[in-house]
């Protein structure tokens, strides 16, 4: 009977198992305008932290700034990608009703990211 291969090699890298974040309690809404607004500042946190954009609550430094600032690749502690290198190219954006109407824009062409758990590059051609 044929057996398998077994590789008796360590892995390189220990990826290891993500921990489930803490997210923030949802308030129910009063029907107050404040009551509205606490709800969905706790709903942006919530995916903030699922995106990675935001430090669990309750960490050393964590962010529990409710602002609309937003990251900048600047703080290299949040999140779990880094912008590596970024291809743009100048478009023009015209007024379908009125062509003498446009704008100049910088369109993304390509973008490389960077896994700062795995160190693999993220290749993304738009």
Wanted: proline fraction near 9%; charge should be neutral; aromatic fraction near 6%.
């Amino acid at each position: 009977m044929p057996e398998a291969p077994i590789c008796h090699l360590e892995p390189q890298v220990d990826i290891g198992t993500p921990i489930q974040p803490t997210l923030p309690t949802l308030p129910t809404w009063d029907g107050t305008d404040d009551g509205l607004r606490n709800f969905l500042n706790m709903l942006k946190q919530g995916y903030e932290l699922l995106a990675g954009q935001r430090r669990p609550l309750g960490s050393a430094g964590a962010n529990n700034n409710t602002s609309d600032k937003k990251q900048t690749d600047k703080d290299p502690k949040v999140g779990r990608f880094v912008e590596k290198s970024r291809k743009t190219k100048r478009v023009r954006v015209e007024n379908p009703s009125n062509p003498d109407q446009y704008v100049m824009v910088e369109r993304t062409v390509s973008l490389v990211m960077i896994d700062r758990v795995t160190k693999e590059e993220w290749v993304y051609h738009l």
